[in-house]
C-alpha cells in the first residue's frame, strides 16, 4: 500500500496565482480530511469529504479557498487567489468506515511570496 | 464536543531518561484516544490508539499510554528515550458518532527534545 499521496511536495507561487494541492487517499477509504498546518493555528481541519461527499467545510478560511472529490480516488484543494498568509503546510488523510484514526500524507508546503 | 490539552509545549529529557508527555481530553461521549508523531518534514504517523478494552495500550517504538477515565488523561510514556524519539507528539481525540466519518480533534501538540 502507497499511503496518502500528495503533490506536490513544495509550491512556491507569488501572491495573486492560483495553486492546486492534490491528495489521493489510501484505496478502500471512504473519509478524506484536509488539514493546514502552521506554527501559529497547528493544526486546522478544512474540509473533510464522506463518500467523496463534502460533509464540513466550515473550517475553510474564506471563499478563496475550495476542495473537489470528483471520485473516491482523488482530492484537490484550490486557492484562488493566493495570498502570503496562506503560506502553511496542507495535508491530506485517509480512513475507512470502522477504522478509528487517520493515515496522513507526507503533506505539501506552500509558500506563497 | 471533544478537546484536547497537551500541557508543555515542549519538553526535553535526557537519553535514556523516562518520556512523559501529558494529555487530557474534554468529551461528552465515550472517548477515543490517538497519539501520533510527527518527524520533520514528514507527515503525522499513528504510534497508539484507544478505542474500548485494555485501558494500556502499546504502540510502536515502546511507546504507550493509559487512559483514565476518572482523570480524563491520555498520557504517554516511554520508559527509555532514544535520540531518534525526538519529534512533535500530538494528542487526538473523537467520539462515537452516527456518521461514518470521524472528526478527530488535535491538542497543539508537544516537541520532545532529547538531549544526549
Known amino acids: 500500500d502507497a499511503g496518502v499521496i500528495q503533490s506536490p511536495r513544495h509550491e512556491v507561487t507569488e501572491m495573486g496565482q492560483e495553486v492546486t494541492l492534490r491528495c489521493k487517499p489510501i484505496s478502500g477509504h471512504n473519509s478524506l480530511f484536509w488539514y493546514r498546518q502552521t506554527m501559529m493555528r497547528g493544526l486546522e481541519l478544512l474540509i473533510y469529504f464522506n463518500n467523496n461527499v463534502p460533509i464540513d467545510d466550515s473550517g475553510m478560511p474564506e471563499d478563496r479557498f475550495s476542495a473537489k472529490m470528483p471520485n473516491a480516488s482523488f482530492s484537490t484543494l484550490k486557492i484562488q487567489p493566493s495570498e502570503p498568509r496562506d503560506s502553511a503546510v496542507y495535508f491530506c488523510?485517509?480512513?475507512?468506515?470502522?477504522?478509528?484514526?487517520?493515515?496522513f500524507g507526507s503533506g505539501t508546503r506552500l509558500t506563497v511570496v | 464536543a471533544q478537546s484536547v490539552t497537551q500541557l508543555g509545549s515542549h519538553v526535553s529529557v535526557s537519553e535514556g531518561a523516562l518520556v512523559l508527555l501529558r494529555c487530557n481530553y474534554s468529551?461528552?461521549?465515550?472517548?477515543?484516544l490517538f497519539w501520533y508523531v510527527q518527524y520533520p518534514n514528514q507527515g503525522l504517523q499513528l504510534l497508539l490508539k484507544y478505542t474500548t478494552g485494555a485501558t494500556l495500550v502499546k504502540g510502536i517504538n515502546g511507546f504507550e499510554a493509559e487512559f483514565k477515565k476518572s482523570e480524563t488523561s491520555f498520557h504517554l510514556t516511554k520508559p527509555s528515550a532514544h535520540m531518534s524519539d525526538a519529534a512533535e507528539y500530538f494528542c487526538a481525540v473523537t467520539g462515537l458518532s452516527s456518521g461514518s466519518a470521524r472528526q478527530l480533534t488535535f491538542g497543539s501538540g508537544t516537541q520532545l527534545t532529547v538531549l544526549p
Open positions: 488523510a485517509s480512513s475507512s468506515r470502522g477504522e478509528y484514526g487517520y493515515t
Open positions: 468529551s461528552s461521549v465515550p472517548p477515543y
